[in-house]
């Protein structure tokens, strides 16, 4: 970040906060584990109290400060990445689907009325793979998630998190926050199915948001937009040589932002012949969700509306 996009207002610190006092034993045990097995020594439980003071809600019984991780601009980041790709000799080809591959070598691929011819081929689609390929879709499957960003909030904002960390809660439907460089509060919230969005995105996030500030009831709601991200059974990201010239790397499960990048960096490393992290990696399994590519729409559906449902016991 430092090097390539420091416009992306990097800030230190992470918090991650329980919705019910019975999961804090479990996230302070989580955070021993990782200082003692791992030698992870930056994570600090937070009691109640704790978190009341650095979140200013009391949806909150306890949980974890991490302060080796932090949040940031996330266009301003792909934004810095991309010149430093360019900088370095990568063309880059936007608002250029590509409609076809073959398995061949050369990979040929269509795109439009575009035909190349490649050595190798990274399928890094993520959630936007759509059926394009099916053993790659039996394993990550896309699902929608909303943000929306207030107004500024001016003093207000340090009421609510003064510390300027981003924090993400243990609902199985995740909220996630944090403020914003301007002081905005930035609040991701809501998912669903399938490539279709809701008509009014802002009010799909702004309801949790609610739950949590209800202070926040008459600030204006400036901006909120969707995307689509790729989940696995696992939660572990998903990495596969589909062919000896092909392979891909996604399902980062709502942690892309970090790992896709260091995952573009391993897949280039085996293009480049050095494919053993990318291969330790691709050790880890990826269960496939039941019912493969055709029938995974109906079991996930049912699953998520259980899981969400157990948010509220
Ligand atoms: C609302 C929301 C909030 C999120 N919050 C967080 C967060 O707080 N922290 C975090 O770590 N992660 C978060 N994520 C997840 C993160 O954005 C992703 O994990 C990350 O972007 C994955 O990067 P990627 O490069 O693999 O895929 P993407 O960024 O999804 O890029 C895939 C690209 O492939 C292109 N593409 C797809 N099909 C084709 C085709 N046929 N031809 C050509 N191009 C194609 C798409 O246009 C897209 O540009 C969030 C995602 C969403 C949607």
Redesign the pocket.
């Known amino acids: 970040v430092a090097r390539h996009a420091p416009e992306a207002d990097f800030v230190p610190g992470l918090i991650h906060a329980d919705h019910r006092e019975r999961l804090v034993p479990h996230s302070h045990a989580y955070a021993e584990t990782l200082r003692d097995i791992y030698g992870y020594d930056k994570m600090h439980p937070l009691t109640r109290d704790e978190i009341r003071a650095r979140v200013g809600s009391e949806a909150y019984h306890g949980g974890v400060f991490d302060a080796g991780g932090g949040h940031l601009h996330?266009l301003n980041y792909a934004l810095g990445l991309a010149r430093a790709a360019r900088d370095a000799g990568v063309r880059i080809f936007e608002r250029?689907?590509?409609d076809w591959v073959t398995e061949t070598d050369p990979v040929r691929i269509g795109?439009g009325k575009a035909r190349i011819r490649a050595r190798h081929l990274i399928w890094?689609?993520?959630?936007?793979?759509?059926e394009?390929d099916r053993r790659i879709a039996a394993q990550v499957m896309p699902i929608n998630?909303?943000?929306v960003a207030t107004e500024p909030l001016g003093a207000l904002a340090d009421k609510l998190i003064p510390g300027r960390e981003a924090v993400a809660d243990s609902k199985f439907v995740i909220n996630?926050f944090r403020l914003s460089a301007d002081g905005r509060m930035l609040f991701?919230g809501g998912e669903s199915y399938g490539y279709r969005f809701p008509a009014d995105i802002a009010a799909k996030a702004r309801r949790p948001m609610l739950e949590i500030f209800p202070e926040l009831a008459e600030v204006k709601i400036d901006h909120a937009w969707?995307?689509?991200?790729g989940i696995t059974r696992s939660r572990m990201p998903h990495f596969e040589w589909i062919a000896p010239n092909i392979l891909t790397a996604?399902g980062?499960s709502?942690?892309?932002?970090?790992?896709?990048t260091l995952?573009g960096k391993l897949a280039a490393e085996a293009i480049g012949g050095t494919a053993g992290r990318f291969d330790l990696m691709a050790s880890v399994p990826t269960p496939r969700f039941p019912g493969g590519a055709a029938l995974r729409w109906p079991m996930l559906v049912l699953a998520m509306i259980w899981f969400s449902l157990r948010d509220r016991l």
Request: charged share 5%; aromatic share 12%; no cysteine.
């Open positions: 996330p250029s689907r590509v795109a890094a689609a993520n959630g936007y793979l759509g394009m998630n909303y943000i996630y991701g969707g995307g689509t991200l996604g980062y709502g942690h892309g932002v970090a790992m896709a995952g």
